[in-house]
């Protein structure tokens, strides 16, 4: 696979890592932006975003006569993460090692967790992302391109885990942006964290959980109806532990998504036998998405929908396309085919 250039560039105080930028050949093609976000304790060094980067980026050049726009990745650290980190201890979770403490009346003892704010400054971590990223879109085109000698006319993120979350969050607030695939994240961060605290025998009430941060979650929570139009491909491991794909709500959420038929294209896959990781097959559903959606020429994608069609016979019905893949419980939008397990690309936290 081909090595893509890295430009290292800052705007309004933000590093960011621009890959693929000297690559750029087609001076009359409009240009697609892909965000990558990653996980909570990661940073934007992380070999596997350069992989994706990598896959995503090397599509699009081996099919330029197919494509309708040329593609760049931006990588940028998660706020006090990699080169913006200014308080270490602060993205360390309720309990990471050990047992919690009770005290005489049964409570869990604040003083033997790790960070008592953990909910609190996970939140302020990949909310302060999406600001970030909206700043970025308002502000890239300009820094890139001085000259106005390109136009970016797409906007696309994907973010794993804490990225994830975040995904859902860009998705929800900034209409620009419409190509979304979170990975291993949680659209509900109330109904995770409800989960994490039941584990843990917290209440999730004041300090954990003060009402004022409560009003602000529910008031800025993801939305179906900031979905409409958009581009949505959601991935989960089926023994993610850390994220679960019922407990975080995203079953609940893509099930409600799917119910307003309100996205452009919607597909979830919950991977079998894999826990709260990014996997490889994860990365490559992830960039045949990415180019069918966000970079292929829409005059390809019927072509190749019609070539379907007439190898395959008469069209499926579409509602037999949420199809059961793994728990009877769960309901997804893939073709129901299995993977073996695989190495992990990469295994976080958040």
């Known amino acids: 696979m081909a090595e893509y250039s890295i430009t290292n560039l800052s705007i309004g105080g933000i590093p960011i890592q621009v890959v693929g930028l000297k690559e750029l050949k087609a001076p009359n093609e409009p240009v697609g932006i892909l965000f990558l976000l990653h996980g909570r304790l990661g940073s934007s060094k992380q070999k596997y975003l350069m992989r994706i980067a990598t896959s995503v980026l090397s599509e699009a ?40 403490a009770l005290l005489p009346d049964g409570q869990v003892d604040p003083q033997s967790l790790d960070n008592i704010s953990h909910l609190h400054d996970m939140y302020t971590l990949y909310t302060g992302t999406v600001h970030d990223v909206s700043f970025l879109i308002t502000h890239l085109e300009p820094l890139l391109f001085p000259h106005d000698e390109r136009t970016i006319d797409k906007w696309m993120v994907m973010g794993i885990s804490l990225g994830g979350h975040a995904s859902w969050h860009i998705g929800t607030h900034d209409p620009r942006v419409s190509l979304v695939v979170p990975v291993i994240g949680s659209p509900s961060y109330l ?44 991935m989960s491991g089926a023994d993610d532990m850390l994220v679960p794909f019922e407990e975080s709500g995203s079953r609940e959420f893509t099930q409600r998504l799917k119910d307003a038929a309100i996205c452009r294209t919607l597909e979830v896959w919950v991977q079998p036998e894999t826990g709260h990781t990014c996997s490889i097959e994860m990365i490559d559903r992830a960039k045949d998405f990415i180019w069918t959606n966000g970079i292929q020429r829409k005059d390809q994608v019927a072509k190749r929908g019609d070539a379907e069609a007439r190898s395959e016979g008469p069209p499926a019905d579409t509602s037999a396309t949420f199809t059961i893949l793994c728990e009877p419980e769960h309901v997804f939008l893939f073709p129901s085919v299995l993977f073996s397990p695989s190495n992990s690309a990469y295994t976080d936290t958040s």
């Open 61 to 100: 050049a081996s099919r330029p006569k197919e494509r309708a726009r040329e593609v760049i990745v931006i990588i940028l650290d998660q706020r006090n993460h990699g080169v913006r980190t200014v308080d270490p201890d602060r993205n360390q979770g309720w309990k990471e090692t050990g047992q919690v």
């Open 191 to 234: 109904t995770l964290f409800q989960h994490r605290a039941e584990g843990l025998g917290l209440a999730l009430a004041p300090p954990y959980l003060p009402a004022s941060l409560r009003r602000e979650m529910e008031r800025a929570t993801p939305r179906v109806d900031a979905f409409k139009g958009k581009d949505v491909l959601v």
